[in-house]
């Protein structure tokens, strides 16, 4: 992968993608079953004060619906979300896959299985939630978010930037010390999911079970790097906005996906029926998983 670079911002329309980036996706774009994976929040969608009220930026939502169309072509939201949150908020086309909660929960065809929390991790579970609600209740504006696979607290509404960031460090620690607890650092957010799961082992599975030869990953928070980190050399990984990261592109920001997506999109309908594809399988449940 070639090493990141920002794209410049056109507030005029849709944003062309930096040149390495173009060419990286209209090199993926050939590489058949091709795997395109997706962050969502501020990445598809933008980063809202309120959890409950985003949505994909619209242009984002169409350059999906064209991959999902497309033969050889599987789409999957990969989320921090809960599964049936991710569902509902991205509204996907048919055929998309979904993994939720950072990879604990995932519907990736008619064999999904539901997320089932042992007696254990129902005990955890409980434990985070009542530590994290005693911590939000101390400061205004903080929020715990209850997930089926543990608990986030957010604290993007909280005005005093010192407090929210004294408030985070302190749920990390007190999380991290709780049995069977797994705390993750996220945009304004300390994540305390009870099922181990990353990003990368999704990213990994999706891959087998799709038979993909190549991988498209783009996502913005510090838990997609976990992603990234799975991808090989002819895989493309995109950043969304600052930070630094194992992704070999960037872009500025969610509304700049869309034209990187569309790119992919134009170069996988223009190979069309030119050539065979390289292996069968494409949606799961075609292949097994290994
Ligand atoms: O993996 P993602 O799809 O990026 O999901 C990560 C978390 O996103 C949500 O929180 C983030 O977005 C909120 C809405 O924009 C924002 O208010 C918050 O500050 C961000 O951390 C979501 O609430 C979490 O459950 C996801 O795990």
Same mark, same amino acid.
């Given at each position: 992968m070639s090493p990141a670079a920002d794209a410049p911002a056109d507030p005029a329309g849709p944003v062309e993608p930096p040149e390495a980036l173009r060419a990286a996706v209209e090199a993926l774009a050939v590489r058949r079953p091709t795997l395109v994976c997706l962050d969502f929040d501020g990445c598809v969608a933008e980063l809202a004060d309120d959890p409950a009220a985003v949505a994909p930026v619209p242009a984002n939502a169409? !350059?999906?619906?064209?991959?999902?169309a497309l033969d050889d072509v599987v789409v999957a939201y990969? %989320?921090?979300r809960p599964l049936e949150?991710?569902?509902?908020?991205?509204?996907?086309?048919?055929?998309?896959? #979904?993994?939720? %909660?950072?990879?604990?929960?995932?519907? &990736?065809? !008619?064999? !999904?299985?539901? #997320?089932? +929390?042992?007696?254990?991790?129902?005990?955890?579970?409980e434990q985070v939630l009542e530590l994290l609600e005693? &911590?939000?209740?101390?400061?205004?504006?903080?929020?715990?978010?209850? /997930?089926?696979?543990?608990?986030? &607290?957010?604290?993007?509404?909280?005005?005093?930037?010192?407090?929210?960031?004294?408030?985070?460090?302190?749920?990390?620690?007190?999380a991290a010390a709780v049995d069977g607890a797994h705390p /993750?650092?996220?945009?304004?957010?300390?994540e305390v999911p009870v099922v181990h799961a990353t990003k990368g082992e999704a990213i990994r599975t999706l891959r087998r079970r799709t038979g993909a030869a190549a991988v498209f990953f783009a996502g913005d928070d510090v838990t997609d790097e976990q992603?990234?980190?799975?991808?090989?050399?002819?895989?493309?990984?995109? /950043?969304?906005?600052?930070?630094?990261? +194992?992704?070999?592109?960037r872009i500025a920001a969610p %509304?700049? &996906?869309?034209?990187?997506?569309?790119?992919?999109? !134009?170069r996988a309908e223009a190979r069309g029926a030119d050539a065979p594809p390289r292996s069968t399988p494409t949606r799961p449940g075609a292949a097994p998983d290994a």
């Open positions: 169409a !350059a999906v619906e064209r991959l999902a990969v %989320s921090g949150q991710l569902r509902a908020l991205a509204a996907p086309p048919a055929g998309v896959l #979904l993994v939720g %909660s950072h990879g604990a929960e995932q519907d &990736l065809g !008619a064999d !999904a299985a539901p #997320l089932q +929390l042992t007696a254990a991790q129902r005990r955890t579970r005693e &911590l939000a209740n101390r400061v205004d504006g903080a929020l715990v978010e209850r /997930k089926p696979a543990g608990a986030a &607290l957010h604290v993007r509404a909280v005005a005093d930037a010192a407090a929210a960031e004294a408030l985070l460090v302190e749920a990390h620690e007190a /993750k650092d996220g945009k304004m957010v300390v992603g990234f980190a799975v991808l090989g050399d002819d895989d493309v990984g995109v /950043k969304v906005g600052t930070g630094e990261t +194992l992704a070999g592109h %509304s700049d &996906l869309a034209g990187v997506l569309a790119a992919l999109a !134009a």
